[in-house]
């Protein structure tokens, strides 16, 4: 046990960051998943200094339908204030509903609307946090598992991008999936990768290239994304494998974060219950690897220069 506390003083802006939660009527044990994400809530809630920000990178339902929605409200209703904003965004699950993905996409706005208490009218959003810009990006259409991101998106996220990134400060994007070939993919997908997997398999697809280029026109970008289902890695995983959550590129720096609670592969460490916690100061920012379930921070993996957290110096 421990609570959430910063690791340095005059920490900035801390906030806890998960992903593919896959609330689920139809789950065999439609309660795990519900436990995790609550798990994960009151680790936040209870944090030794208030959190600015519980963040969701997709996949916050396995379909979005009412039913899924419900679930989810149901968790947070039993921890309505875990930080001082809550932003979900949009995963391909929460796109896929019987009646069509517009059914899905009133089904999140109307979620959104009671869980983070905001009028939504676009799948994508910005929220300004004590200074520092996260950008939420969302799909909008259903083509499966890639996300349709469009011009008017792309345009959005470039204008977003360089409010955010005025005066060198860190700017924060989400999205559900990685860039193409980022984190192992396309082999990373899926626990046995078919031989003659698709490049652009579980990533962006045909617009990752259009993102990519946005995102490497600053400093100090950092890109969150989940949707792969791969555990935490180790880097000395990273040298014999080629790949890890965290990869820089160019200056970007790119996260993808393992299921909070539907199984993992692909790496050493693919239990469920785990996710980030991100702190911010003024000369770095500091991603901590956190175990939701035992509350405890993930000490079994040294990421980065031999040390269990990935840190990265502005
Ligand atoms: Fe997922």
Not at 11 to 38: A, F, G
Not at 125 to 141: D, E, H
Not at 170 to 182: D, E, S
Request: charge should be negative; proline fraction near 4%.
């Amino acid at each position: 046990m421990g609570k959430i506390t910063p690791k340095y003083e005059n920490c900035l802006l801390s906030c806890v960051i998960v992903s593919d939660m896959h609330i689920d009527k139809k789950h065999p044990m439609p309660w795990l998943p519900k436990w995790m994400l609550k798990r994960s809530l009151s680790d936040c809630e209870n944090a030794a200094v208030r959190q600015d920000a519980f963040i969701g990178v997709g996949d916050t339902t396995s379909r979005g339908n009412a039913v899924n929605w419900e679930m989810t409200e149901d968790c947070f209703k039993k921890h309505p204030s875990p930080a001082d904003h809550i932003l979900l965004a949009l995963g391909n699950h929460d796109t896929w509903n019987d009646n069509g993905y517009d059914d899905a996409i009133n089904e999140y706005y109307r979620a959104m609307k009671i869980i983070c208490g905001r009028d939504f009218t676009k799948q994508f959003f910005s929220q300004n946090i004590k200074g520092y810009k996260f950008i939420i990006m969302g799909s909008i259409g259903d083509v499966g598992d890639a996300p349709v991101i469009g011009e008017e998106q792309l345009l959005w996220l470039d204008k977003e991008l360089c409010e955010g990134a005025d005066g060198g400060k860190p700017v924060f994007v989400f999205n559900h999936q990685a860039l193409n070939g980022r984190h192992g993919l396309p082999d990373s997908f899926s626990a046995n990768p078919p031989k003659d997997v698709d490049p652009m398999e579980g990533g962006i697809g045909k617009e990752s290239e259009a993102v990519e280029k946005l995102l490497k026109k600053h400093k100090n970008v950092f890109f969150f994304s989940g949707h792969s289902h791969m555990g935490f890695c180790s880097e000395q995983w990273k040298k014999q494998n080629g790949f890890s959550n965290f990869e820089e590129e160019d200056g970007l720096v790119m996260v993808n974060l393992p299921s909070l609670s539907c199984g993992n592969h692909s790496c050493e460490d693919n239990r469920n219950g785990d996710g980030i916690v991100m702190e911010v100061y003024s000369d770095k920012v500091l991603l901590r690897l956190r175990d939701f379930r035992t509350r405890k921070w993930m000490e079994n993996l040294a990421i980065s220069n031999g040390k269990p957290y990935f840190e990265k110096k502005l």
